[in-house]
């Protein structure tokens, strides 16, 4: 069994940091075999690539703390739904595990329209009536807010499994790619992700192999400012540092590089 968590949680740890790629089939999974722990944390994975962008979205302009909360609210509001009645809300509609490209699409339209019902309070930018809960436990990682949308994931075309083929240069991809890793650095997604599993009861084995994996990748994390290695409160400086000049982009390459390459070192 250590094996194979510490196996599953290394391509756990990859697989929600990239935020693309959302696998319809581990949602039908998750939720059909939502005892097996392995299953429950891919599920929990998939939902966050669905509402993170989500909340992304219906948070531009606040502070990232207001994201990491409304990303956790909202993949707890969902999980409650389905899990409420998942013969009605899943299994009637998809009664054999979707893997053709039609079923898998129409799965992930299904749990994305539904996730972005349940956004806590008004995506209209007015004034909050519903704010998602504080969290507790949680490091807050960031206060400040980037001007310019420069996390505005709407501009991150990569993330939705429905747009079209895209053409970007490679360093487009790397910057992107890398913005979409900082972004989560952030919002403090394995914090979030590690309140998720815990709530829902995962076994205790991945949660605790979760943690003390993801210290490791911080740990070895080779990004460095003049010559230190930097967590994610030195790099929020840094960036508002490089924002005043035209060569901050490199950052985000830089975090690309860093996250391709701890997956090629330390990857299941």
């Not at 391509?11 to 790629?21: A, K, M, N, P």
């Not at 997604?189 to 009861?201: G, H, K, P, Q, R």
Request: charged share 30%; glycine share 4%.
């Amino acid at each position: 069994m250590d094996a194979r968590v510490s196996r599953f949680v290394r391509s756990l740890y990859f697989d929600v940091h990239t935020i693309e790629s959302v696998k319809p089939l581990e949602i039908w999974n998750g939720f059909r075999e939502f005892d097996d722990p392995f299953e429950k944390s891919g599920l929990i994975k998939n939902l966050y690539k669905i509402a993170i962008p989500l909340a992304n979205e219906h948070c531009v302009g606040r502070p990232f703390e207001w994201h990491s909360q409304c990303a956790k609210a909202t993949v707890s509001a969902v999980l409650a739904f389905f899990r409420e009645n998942p013969d009605a809300r899943i299994f009637s509609r998809f009664p054999y595990p979707p893997t053709g490209d039609a079923d898998e699409k129409e799965l992930y339209r299904v749990v994305k329209a539904k996730t972005r019902a349940l956004l806590p309070g008004p995506a209209d930018g007015a004034k909050r009536t519903n704010a998602p809960p504080r969290l507790t436990k949680t490091e807050r990682l960031s206060e400040g807010v980037f001007p310019d949308g420069l996390f505005d994931f709407r501009e991150m075309r990569i993330v939705d499994n429905e747009m079209p083929y895209i053409i970007f240069t490679d360093k487009e991809f790397r910057v992107i790619r890398g913005l979409a890793i900082v972004y989560l650095w952030l919002i403090d997604l394995d914090a979030i992700f590690l309140e998720t599993l815990s709530e829902n009861e995962v076994l205790p084995a991945i949660v605790g192999e979760y943690r003390q994996f993801a210290r490791k990748v911080r740990k070895e994390n080779p990004l460095t400012i003049q010559g230190k290695k930097t967590d994610a409160r030195a790099l929020l400086v840094h960036i508002h540092e490089k924002l005043k000049y035209e060569n901050y982009l490199d950052v985000f390459e830089t975090a690309h590089r860093w996250f391709e390459q701890a997956r090629e070192r330390l990857g299941a």
